[in-house]
């Protein structure tokens, strides 16, 4: 009889001494924390510590949440007329096409057409520099002049368009090399008796590549620059790709459900704060025009 009244004081009832009580365990923190770390280590091999692997697996589960995150978003790119000429015509469909919307999607448009004309008419530029006026002016492609210049005389790639073989101390950039060789043919013809002198003393030096390894840095430099702008292309055919082909709603209106206790308590909030924009579905004749 003692024993059972120092068991229910013990338990402080009878009827849950040995029995765990709903919400409860009968395992101890430390049992518990045990057993936690030791489905941490399932798969861990035995010559690598418990806090490495614990670092490689949290590395590896982050890099496969982020990678999955970013590879399941699609946006456009903020301050581009691309972004805007995406975006907009389909804000004004969702907006049923009132007057307003349309009319900057419509000077989006404009705006992307401006553009391609610039870009387009300063590509042409940069063609007519290439295969006119510098033709006029006597350069030639630079190709791989003096691209052996170690080797020289004697070597591969050693003779430069003047007709003479490359040195070190006798190469030069193209304005330079024309000027003189212009200076030298212009005492030529003053003094066509001494022609032969001239050509032989007066020396316009060759016209080639000053080094190899700059010319593949440049290169280099220049493909990191517009490494940028191929992301944004590839991120926006992507989206065009890949968003369902459908009349979604790139608008929507979202006021919080408020009783009229919290309406008169809580602050004011503008209704801008309940407007979103969002990407949603493209019908497929607004993919095909974004494509185009």
Known sequence: MFNDFLSQVVCGRAEYCGVPKEGYSLVSPKDESENVKEKED????????????????????????????????????KGTVYAAAIAMPQVARSAGWSLRYTELAIRSFFFLTVNVFVQCFLLYMLSSEERVWQKYAGQMHLCDFAYGLGSCPGGTNCRGPGGTDFSPARLYDFPIWQTRTYVRDALALLFPERAAEIYDQVDPGEYGLESYHLRLLCCYLFILGLWKDFKQTMNMLNLILLVPAEDGLWASYEPPFQSPKEMATEPRQSELEFIKFKIAGMPFRWKFINVC
């Open 42 to 77: 399932i798969g861990r091999p035995d010559d690598v510590s418990s806090d490495i692997w614990n670092a490689e697996v949290a590395a590896s589960k982050a890099m496969n949440i982020l990678s999955d995150q970013f590879n399941n978003q699609y946006f456009l790119e």
